[in-house]
């Protein structure tokens, strides 16, 4: 369950992760008055108290019996967002009830469009607000041996897709199950009524592609460093992908982010939130819904004192002109 939970840290691109954020230094700005200040943030129609939201992650119920429940219920006591994983551990419907608020879904194609649609059909029956599609890592490279009793229990069953002779596992096999660009289009269509993100994005013309396409808004990352390990440092990307979608388009960023410090050196070069991963997880083995709202609320606090520091009481302020 550990090397689960710690793949792709101590990668080349993990560590990549790591040296982009240490590289960016925060310059401090004393003397400003900070009275006031304040994390809040507007996000797709939401008031969020602070911008760390939880990424999704697969299978929490093995780090804690109470699984994505735990998670969702202390985002919502911590005023933030989650966004619950298609490999959740949990039925959809009871990750919302233990929120009591309207979640974001995170969603995986599904080989075809009429499972995929099934799948959103009852994420959005369940009340979730937000979809965001990741598109940087094929389902099939998600699988992990699993203890018998966690297990993705929202999805249907994978089909089989025998190859023919001289066929190739990757490119026949695995990639045959991934979505393409046409197949945005038609989730975009699918959804007209709730804002889509696009998760998994490193590459500016993606960026502008997927929002030409409709798009509300998208998440750089490289998925922690844990699938290409080759991949630049999502930190290294975020700046072009910006300036690709304009101001108008919320751009989120994930991987790496272990500090309020990490936030704000994301949120100083543009990003409008960020995704937790890893950090949350390791509060929810610890200590179940206390231990990610502990965790939480220690990355708010840095993020407060790191802001004050430099000379920001508010994150309009941070986006000004950024805080290195
Ligand atoms: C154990 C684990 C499982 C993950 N499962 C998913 C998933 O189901 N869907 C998804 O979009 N991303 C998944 N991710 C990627 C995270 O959403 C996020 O991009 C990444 O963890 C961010 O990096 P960080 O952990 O350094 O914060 C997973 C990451 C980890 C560590």
Redesign the pocket.
């Not at 990352?221 to 844990?226: A, D, E, K, L, V």
């Not at 995704?275 to 950090?279: A, D, F, I, K, T």
């Given at each position: 369950m550990w090397h689960?939970?710690?793949?792709?840290?101590d990668t080349v691109c993990?560590r990549a992760?790591r040296a982009a954020l240490d590289a960016m230094p925060l310059r401090p700005r004393p003397l400003v008055d900070v009275r006031g200040g304040h994390t809040r943030i507007e996000l797709f129609g939401e008031t969020l108290g602070h911008p760390l939201l939880l990424?999704?992650?697969?299978?929490q119920r093995l780090q804690h019996p109470d699984g994505e429940c735990a998670s969702a219920m202390a985002a919502a006591a911590q005023d933030g967002q989650m966004?619950v994983?298609?490999?959740a551990s949990q039925p959809l419907e009871q990750i919302a009830r233990a929120a009591e608020k309207p979640l974001w879904f995170?969603l995986?194609w599904q080989g075809d469009r009429e499972r995929t649609a099934r799948l959103l059909d009852r994420a959005l029956a369940a009340g979730y607000r937000c979809v965001?599609f990741?598109v940087d890592?094929p389902i099939k490279l998600?699988a992990s041996p699993l203890p018998a009793d966690v297990r993705a229990v929202n999805i249907e069953p994978p089909g089989q897709r025998p190859l023919r002779p001289g066929q190739s596992e990757v490119f026949d096999g695995w990639m045959a199950d991934a979505p393409g660009w046409d197949d945005l289009a038609w989730l975009r269509a699918r959804t007209p009524e709730v804002p889509l993100l696009i998760?998994?994005v490193l590459h500016a013309a993606d960026a502008a592609r997927a929002v030409d396409l409709g798009c509300d808004g998208v998440?750089v990352?490289?998925?922690?460093?844990?699938v290409l390990d080759c991949a630049p440092p999502a930190l290294s990307c975020l700046t072009e992908v910006i300036a690709a979608v304009g101001d108008d388009v919320p751009v989120l960023f994930?991987?790496?982010?272990?500090s309020g410090a990490d936030a704000l050196r994301a949120l100083s070069l543009g990003a409008r939130a960020v995704?937790?991963?890893?950090?949350y997880?390791w509060g929810l083995a610890a200590g179940g819904a206390l231990g990610v709202a502990h965790v939480i609320r220690l990355l708010r606090d840095e993020l407060e004192m790191s802001m004050a520091l430099c000379g920001r009481a508010t994150l309009a302020d941070v986006s000004a002109d950024r805080c290195g």
């Open positions: 689960y939970l710690d793949g792709g840290r993990g992760n990424a999704p992650i697969a299978y966004v994983s298609t490999l995170q995986y965001v990741t890592a998600a998760k998994g998440v990352s490289n998925h922690g460093g844990r994930d991987s790496g982010i272990d995704l937790v991963g890893r950090p997880l």
